[in-house]
């Protein structure tokens, strides 16, 4: 059974830091691109960070210097550590796969 499965989210305050966690399940092999976007209330969907297809990690320009995308040592888990975190940063984080999959999401919100 294909699941993406998020955690990490919550509340902080301006400033702080959170680290998000997905798992990728249903698959024998290695998923090599996979990552995460966000969504804000009434934006589009964005791009935060995610590992391409050949391994290298492509950062959403609001976001480089702040967050960094690492994978676990598990096989198809990756991290979100988000630091210096702004009220503007406030959405809800979804995990993504090459597969085409998407997580539940997990909110994270910053207050000021």
């Known amino acids: 059974q294909v699941r993406l499965v998020e955690s990490g989210g919550g509340l902080v305050q301006a400033g702080g830091s959170l680290r998000l966690s997905c798992a990728a399940s249903?698959?024998?092999?290695?998923?090599?691109?996979l990552g995460w976007y966000r969504q804000a209330p009434g934006k589009q969907r964005e791009l935060v960070a995610v590992?391409?297809?050949?391994?290298?990690?492509k950062y959403g320009d609001s976001v480089k210097g702040r967050f960094t995308i690492s994978r676990g040592n598990a096989k198809n888990t990756v991290f979100l550590q988000m630091n210096s975190l702004k009220p503007e940063d406030t959405a809800v984080y979804y995990c993504?796969?090459?597969?085409?999959?998407w997580g539940q999401g997990t909110q994270v919100t910053v207050s000021s």
């Open positions: 993504w796969d090459e597969r085409g999959y």
């Open positions: 249903g698959s024998i092999f290695v998923i090599n691109a």
């Open positions: 590992f391409t297809t050949t391994g290298n990690t």
